[in-house]
């Protein structure tokens, strides 16, 4: 029999071992009982309601004997089918790196999250956030670290969003997205403002400490598609790069981004920008 079912050539085999398995079980059993219940001498005259109460009996225990150790069988290999698709999934939806959702489990999480929370009518802030100069560290400490750096964001990013119910991935490369569903701009800008605070950290590497902070685009759901809103919390982003990275800049409506840069400044600040209220930090 063979040890996995590959072929169909394995399907056969593997399903004539079991029917002979099963026809020798049946008449092993059957030459047993009928042995103790009428006895071995073979010239014996019995009864026929003996031969069939014997026959039924030895039926009935077979049949039942072996369809539930069949059944048993069968459904713990459902179970362990059922656990590797789950585990399958998982891993399919998941940044093995940091331990986030990736772009696809995100995309999938957020879009049923932002369908549910349009049908209440609760607020939905999407968020974009991006390591700032990553490709420094990387050319400077080497891929390792750029990993390690990567990593250590992933957990702060993760332990502040659990207790918050916030939805957080690893979007691609050095940059991560975020929907908070239920909170307004103004406890989403929190949020955000404090996790850039987090993010302003050093990252020991191998006895060294690497220096890392973070930009962060928000922008408010007001109607549309997933793929439009992150657009949008994408610019937000840009916007904050351009203000001189490390700070937070949130959009409030959908209107283009200026083009022209405006100066950053250091310390925590609130400032318009072309008519609309952004609340941005500066460097922390």
Same mark, same amino acid.
Request: aromatic fraction near 4%; hydrophobic fraction near 45%.
């Given at each position: ?16 071992? #079991?029917? &002979? ?37 030895? &039926?009935?225990? %077979? ?29 399919? #939806? ?35 956030? !991006? ?8 050319? +400077?400490? $080497? ?5 390690? %750096?990567?990593?250590?964001?992933? !957990? ?25 569903? $239920?909170?307004? !701009? ?5 949020? &955000? ?10 990252? &020991?590497?191998? $006895?060294?400490? %690497? ?5 962060? $685009? ?12 992150? #657009? #949008? ?8 790069? !351009? ?5 937070? %800049? ?26 609309? +209220? ?7």
């Amino acid at each position: 029999m063979p040890s996995q079912i590959v072929t169909q050539r394995d399907v056969i085999r593997y399903t004539a071992g #079991r029917v &002979a398995a099963a026809a020798g079980i049946t008449a092993i059993a059957t030459i047993i009982f009928l042995i103790s219940d009428l006895g071995t001498d073979w010239h014996a005259t019995v009864e026929v309601g003996a031969v069939v109460k014997a026959s039924l009996v030895v &039926a009935l225990s %077979v049949s039942t004997t072996l369809s539930g150790a069949m059944a048993y069988r069968s459904a713990r290999l459902m179970r362990q089918l059922t656990s590797t698709r789950a585990e399958l999934m998982r891993m399919s #939806r998941t940044d093995p790196l940091t331990g986030l959702l990736n772009r696809r489990g995100f995309d999938e999480a957020a879009a049923t999250q932002l369908a549910q929370a349009n049908f209440a009518g609760q607020p939905v802030v999407a968020m974009m956030c !991006d390591l700032d100069r990553f490709k420094a560290i990387n050319d +400077h400490y $080497g891929h390792n670290i750029g990993d390690r %750096v990567l990593a250590e964001i992933g !957990d702060i990013l993760r332990d502040f969003a659990a207790p918050r119910g916030m939805l957080i991935a690893r979007h691609g490369g050095e940059e991560f997205a975020g929907l908070m569903v $239920g909170v307004s !701009d103004e406890q989403a800008n929190d949020y &955000a403002l404090e996790l850039c605070r987090l993010c302003a950290t050093a990252v &020991a590497c191998d $006895g060294r400490l %690497v220096a890392v902070t973070m930009s962060f $685009g928000l922008a408010a759901y007001r109607g549309g598609e997933l793929s439009a809103l992150m #657009r #949008r919390a994408d610019l937000a982003l840009y916007r904050a790069k !351009d203000l001189g990275r490390n700070c937070v %800049v949130q959009l409030d409506d959908g209107d283009a981004l200026p083009m022209a840069p405006a100066e950053p400044s250091g310390g925590v600040r609130e400032t318009e920008i072309a008519g609309d +209220h952004r609340l941005v930090a500066g460097d922390l």
